[in-house]
């Protein structure tokens, strides 16, 4: 299949059977419902065009995987780098793949926020109840009674009820198309199948965003044989997330058609409130006595006491002068008093790494 790469170079340099093999473990849903997604980019003929974004958790090497466009994003924030994808190329075809512990949790106002935008993405929810990669723990999705590493008795009602995602996301105005899935048997995959092409299908027609979650089984967390965690999905997942289509208005929906930004120098200038006009210089030279490349100070005082103030009139003249200049500033909540600190970095062409923690000078506002 050529959107999956011939060999994966995660493993031993590409070389041997594990050069075939994902991360996943044996019976994990993951890698069946990413091959349906890799079908479906085949299929239809969008693979150039693809750019897959792959947050933390257990799926977060996929772009070993897949021969499309990849981002990788923080824990939960994939939806947000997927608008970003799609405003800036918007013919792009953008896919978030999550799983709960991801998208159910720190990403949950991430998801929020994108399905009810409504541009055209897809997402595909991977949910198998726990938190797989980080260790077995207690995900929103975690069913009533069932024990993880962070809930041995099992989940009890003081932790809520398991979140339904599917339909919450149904529930808001943006999405076009939102339904639960399954992967336990081959009946099952087989619509799976179908459905994670259709959603993606409604993203290359511009119709919309969609939103699929797969029921999934971990083996390892659950502490199963495959063909068991298989039928626990069936009997125990099932009941709590009922499948099938939660909203469907593909029929009567089309989102409007947005240009491409344009990014031309003059209109980012005149947006920002500046000039094409080069000021006139003061300095003799760059101040290759400290360093002949890069020259870092550090301003350390109190709240108040000026030390971010001079920090940025530095920073500026610097850059006023034609060199590169950073100002990364630090302090704490209190008003007044508490401590201040800015690191700034003047380069005669580019800063590299704008930390100061050993700087060439040291302006001190107070005493130790």
Known sequence: MSVFYR???????ATGIKAHSTTYCPGCGHGVAQK?????????????????VSPVGCTVFSYYYFDVGNTQAAHGRAPAVAIGHKTANPDSIVICYQG???????GLAEIISAAQLGLPITVIFANNAIYGMTGG???PTTLMGQPTTTSPDGRTAFAGQP?????????????????RVALYDNKHRIHAQRSIKKALELQVQGVGFSFIEVLTE?????KLEPEAAEAWVRDSMEPVF????????????????FPTPAFEPERVLWALGTTTVVPEGHAAGFPAHLDPDDVSLKLAGAGGDGAQTAAMLITKAAINEGFDSTHIPSYGPESRGGTSYADVHVAATEVLAPAAPNPHVLLAFNAP
Do not use: N, W
């Open 7 to 13: 060999q994966f170079e995660r493993h031993d340099h």
């Open 137 to 139: 723990q207690m995900a």
């Open 100 to 106: 709960d512990g991801d998208l159910a949790s720190i």
């Open 163 to 179: 979140l339904k995602v599917a339909e919450m996301i149904a529930g808001l105005d943006g999405p076009v198309f939102v339904e």
């Open 218 to 222: 971990c083996p390892t967390h659950l």
């Open 242 to 257: 009922p499948l099938g289509v939660k909203k469907d208005i593909t029929g009567s929906a089309h989102y409007p058609e």
């Open 36 to 52: 349906y997604l890799a079908e479906a980019i085949d299929e239809l003929g969008v693979q150039d065009r693809t750019v897959l």
